[in-house]
């Protein structure tokens, strides 16, 4: 059942850091792009970053210079290490990887099952 499987999240202090590891198990024949979704109470979700298979990233506004997306293509994983963490970065973070199992298949969207983070004043 488990398409994406998370680790990281956790209660930190503000100005502390964290880091999410997402890993998409199992056969693959191609990823894509892997990104980091978040959604916090009362708020739409929103893309964090992401990274194509090309190596470009991309970062919503309120995360440059504090976040950085990387990836380990070996391993089908992808990272968000983030620093100088805020309150407002507080919410459900979500992996997301756009992946062919096969040739055959199409680009289909896998997703974690959320991890909570959560910044205290």
């Known amino acids: 059942q488990v398409q994406l499987v998370e680790s990281g999240g956790g209660l930190v202090q503000a100005g502390g850091s964290l880091r999410l590891s997402c890993a998409a198990p199992g056969s693959i024949f191609s990823i894509n792009a892997m990104g980091w979704y978040r959604q916090a109470p009362g708020k739409q979700r929103e893309l964090v970053a992401a990274i194509t298979s090309g190596g470009s990233t991309t970062y919503a506004d309120s995360v440059k210079g504090r976040f950085t997306i990387s990836r380990d293509n070996a391993k089908n994983t992808v990272y968000l290490q983030m620093n100088s963490l805020k309150p407002e970065d507080t919410a459900v973070y979500r992996c997301?990887?756009?992946?062919?199992?096969?040739?055959?298949?199409?680009?289909?969207?896998?997703w974690g099952q959320g991890t909570q983070v959560t910044v205290s004043t």
């Open positions: 997301n990887a756009s992946l062919k199992r096969t040739r055959f298949d199409g680009w289909y969207d896998y």
